[in-house]
């Protein structure tokens, strides 16, 4: 079983920054990407970043030159640094891994969603 835990919501005003973690746990053999989606109320659920684990990296437009996602793939963890926010970005931060085993065979796994407000 994956569980992924994540982290570092809350509540900020506009400007201000949050540091969202994500860490996998359970019995497989690595985790091929890595990455942040927003879900805002009554819309879609939309990717914010995503990483490799060679570490490239993939941005949306409203993420680029704010956001910064990074990895610790010693302990399966995935981070989104979050800098100068707009109440554009409230929604609920979900992380998501494309888990490998040993059969080689892949699987996406999701946590359970962090919330993020900013208020102007």
């Known amino acids: 079983q994956v569980q992924l835990m994540e982290s570092g919501g809350g509540s900020v005003q506009t400007g201000g920054s949050l540091r969202l973690s994500c860490a996998a746990s359970?019995?497989?053999?690595?985790?091929?990407?890595m990455a942040w989606y927003r879900q805002a109320p009554g819309k879609e659920r939309d990717l914010v970043a995503l990483m490799s684990s060679s570490g490239a990296t993939t941005y949306a437009d409203s993420a680029k030159g704010r956001f910064t996602i990074s990895r610790d793939n010693a302990k399966n963890s995935v981070f989104l640094q979050m800098n100068y926010l707009r109440p554009e970005d409230t929604a609920v931060y979900y992380c998501?891994?494309?888990?490998?085993?040993?059969?080689?065979?892949?699987?996406?796994?999701w946590g359970q969603g962090t919330q993020v407000t900013v208020s102007s």
């Open positions: 998501k891994s494309k888990v490998r085993f040993e059969d080689w065979r892949a699987y996406d796994y």
């Open positions: 359970g019995s497989f053999s690595s985790i091929d990407v």
